[in-house]
């Protein structure tokens, strides 16, 4: 599938075979776009995002993992369900979508509408380019500190005359926020106002997920009872504690494979996975790719590199 967009607009390309539906968005938007891409896939699917030059965008990504990589960076990029991710133009990008069910908006505009923010990220690349760190995009979790910003974007699309003005006041936080730090692959999300106690287990977990982690001794350092801890730490973070822990050591299986060569059962051991098949599948739940994929798919960008 291609875009319809006239020169000068973002454009994104996937096969239609893979199942892409896109709808525009009008909103009664003079110098923003919103585009909605949706899809459900059997099978993985490579595309392409070009973003021109001196146009920028912000990719809200709700459901399904994509895979990124610019022509320019080999890093390879994961985008998992209730991420954001600035694209900075001129950018060409490989994308690959995991098998699943998909739903990525994306808000675009030129940065002339933008020329305070504009100028910040100029002066902020121009800086990391001289350490060789030039970063032109740039994707953090939703939750929770994106959380409020990407509730004004839906809110604004449905007020009418000052949509414009509550979606540049969301963009400008939202930006600002995704430049400053490095991008963060976090399946493991929890609310910033935690009381200390669990503030302080959850991020030791975060650190040592390859602990046992049984449920009393957690519970003891937060200094809860097993029933009553179990019950708070789901309401306040909306999963239990196992799946928390599970979720800890997916994300470190994560930058291990896409990071290192190391064999997939020390992967797995190091991670804190029983077995190899346990963090396969593991992966295969928060991704919808499995570990030999994640591996194997630089191939499927070589095509950015294309003339």
């Known amino acids: 599938m291609r875009s319809a967009e006239s020169e000068g607009q973002l454009e994104v390309n996937f096969d239609c075979t893979a199942g892409v539906n896109r709808r525009t968005d009008p909103a009664g938007l003079q110098h923003l776009r919103v585009d909605l891409y949706q899809a459900n896939l059997t099978k993985i699917a490579p595309g392409t995002v070009f973003v021109p030059a001196q146009f920028n965008g912000l ?42 069910e998909h739903s990525t908006q994306i808000l675009s505009w030129p940065s002339s509408v933008t020329p305070l923010l504009d100028h910040w990220i100029t002066s902020r690349l121009q800086a990391r380019s001289t350490l060789h760190s030039v970063r032109p995009l740039a994707c953090k979790p ?19 005359d000052n949509a414009e003005l509550l979606m540049l006041s969301a963009i400008y936080e ?4 995704l430049m400053i730090g ?68 997916t994300e470190g299986a994560i930058e291990m494979l896409i990071t290192t060569e190391s064999a997939v059962d020390l992967v797995a051991s ?38």
């Open 59 to 100: 990719a809200i990504n709700t459901k399904g993992t994509l895979l990124v990589r610019s022509a320019t960076n080999s890093k390879l990029m994961v985008v998992p369900p209730r991420s954001i991710t600035y694209l900075k133009g001129r950018l060409k990008l490989g994308i690959v979508a995991a098998r699943g």
């Open 142 to 160: 939703i939750d929770p500190q994106f959380a409020s910003a990407v509730t004004r974007f839906d809110y604004a699309r449905a007020t009418g």
């Open 174 to 177: 939202t930006v600002a926020k």
């Open 182 to 249: 490095a991008d963060e692959v976090q399946l493991a999300t929890v609310p910033e106002d935690m009381p200390e106690t669990l503030r302080i287990l959850t991020q030791k977990v975060r650190t040592t997920p390859a602990l046992a982690w049984p449920l009393k001794e957690a519970a003891d350092m937060a200094g809860y009872s097993p029933f009553h801890f179990s019950r708070v730490f789901k309401q306040l973070v909306g999963y239990g504690f196992h799946e928390y822990v599970d979720r800890c050591r």
């Open 270 to 307: 190091t991670c804190g996975f029983g077995t190899t098949q346990a963090l396969r599948e593991s992966v295969k739940e928060y991704l919808g790719l499995v570990p030999s994929e994640l591996r194997s798919l630089p191939e499927a960008f070589t095509f950015i590199h294309e003339a």
